[in-house]
């Protein structure tokens, strides 16, 4: 009679876990693929980029093959895909990354206190600065901001809250689509045009390069925000309906405070969107070499007009010093741009709802 409490042998019992690569397997063929392409490019006589597309197709197909051999044909198809979307990702870091370093290896040169705290007013060649530009692009931006972020936080309280089904919401929504498609020189004409009919023909304003990148910047605002507002449960709406709380307070008090970040988080991209715009301002705000702090008076410079000023400047005995004044700024505004992001999530994350616990 078998005895049915005896235990199965070790080498009738089923394996606790299936075959798989070593944990150092991807590392491994990585090695490999970089090797063999280094080898492959010394022997044809090729550069660097040829070496890392050929260490690419080596790591593409031999780890799949590896992966087959020892784990299966489902473990296989998954390091395809892993491989496939991690190569994507790197490709689309490249035109970034390169950007950043030319960026900072071409502009950090420049970089000092006489850059900062000069303008380039009697200033042929050196010892000419980004001050008059750098006042000019915040004071610009700042009131672009001021119009545009209203404009575009009520109109999206408005699409979300109470155009529900309403006709004059889908004409709303119409032509906030039709902004977001409008070439920015369009709205620098456009800026212009306004302010000739009340100034007179050859104006040149920085309110009106305000007004231009609002005109840009009030699509941005909208369409964010009012995706932010539509992920607002309406379970907490409801919740202070049922309390007796009217309407415009559940908005203000509920609503915008629980979108607050992401609001924020779109707003600050509409902010880096127009900071380096050119077109309208060249228009309608002018470029001088002069501080000019007062928007409501003469030309305004702005960093981007700056630059393009900076490497249009004719062939000539300083060519290589406005190349220089070029990169510097560039580097100057990217960081501002960077600067803008940060600030973002830290008003995002102070003024986010706190969960409980």
């Known amino acids: 009679m078998t005895d049915l409490t005896t235990t199965p042998s070790t080498s009738d019992a089923l394996p606790l876990q299936a075959p798989s690569l070593p944990r150092y397997g991807t590392i491994a063929a990585i090695v490999f693929a970089i090797a063999v392409g280094a080898l492959v490019s010394m022997v044809i006589g090729a550069g660097y980029v040829a070496a890392l597309v050929i260490a690419w197709l080596v790591l593409v197909v031999a780890l799949p093959l ?11 198809v998954d390091r395809v895909a892993t491989l496939l979307i991690w190569s994507t990702f790197g490709l689309a870091m490249i035109p970034l990354v390169s950007l950043i370093y030319t960026v900072i290896s071409k502009g950090s040169g420049i970089l000092s206190g006489q850059f900062f705290n000069n303008s380039m007013r009697n200033v042929l060649g050196e010892g000419g600065g980004i001050y008059h530009a750098i006042f000019g692009t915040l004071i610009v931006t700042a009131l672009a901001a001021a119009i545009s ?3 575009g936080i009520l109109t999206a309280i408005y699409l979300v ?3 529900k089904g309403k006709k004059l919401a889908r004409v709303i929504t119409f032509l906030v689509d039709v902004m977001t498609g ?4 369009v709205a620098g004409l456009f800026a212009y045009a306004l302010f000739v009919l009340i100034f007179g023909p050859g104006v040149r304003l920085g309110i009106g390069g305000s007004v231009a990148l609002s005109v840009l910047m009030i699509p941005i605002v909208v369409r964010s925000s009012e995706e932010m507002l539509k992920l607002v449960p309406d379970e907490l ?4 309906y049922a309390l007796g709380v009217p309407k415009w307070r559940t908005i203000v008090k509920v609503v915008v405070p629980t979108a607050i970040a992401g609001i924020v988080t779109g707003v600050t991209l509409a902010i880096a969107r127009v900071a380096g715009e050119t077109a309208p301002l060249l228009i309608i705000a002018g ?3 002069d501080t000019n702090l007062n928007p409501f008076s003469d030309r305004m410079t702005t960093l981007p007009v ?3 000023q900076s490497i249009a400047s004719p062939p000539g005995l300083y060519r290589q010093e406005y190349e220089d004044y070029a990169w510097g700024a560039a ?3 990217v960081t501002i741009v960077m600067l803008l992001n940060v600030l973002a999530r830290v008003i995002g994350a102070v003024f986010a709802p706190k969960s409980g616990r």
């Open 149 to 151: 972020v209203p404009i």
């Open 331 to 333: 580097l100057t505004l």
């Open 237 to 240: 709406r409801e919740a202070s």
């Open 306 to 308: 700056y630059i393009f």
């Open 287 to 289: 470029f001088t070499t």
């Open 161 to 163: 809250e109470y155009g």
């Open 66 to 76: 590896w992966s087959l051999a020892v784990e299966g044909g489902r473990k296989a």
């Open 182 to 185: 409008i070439p920015s020189i």
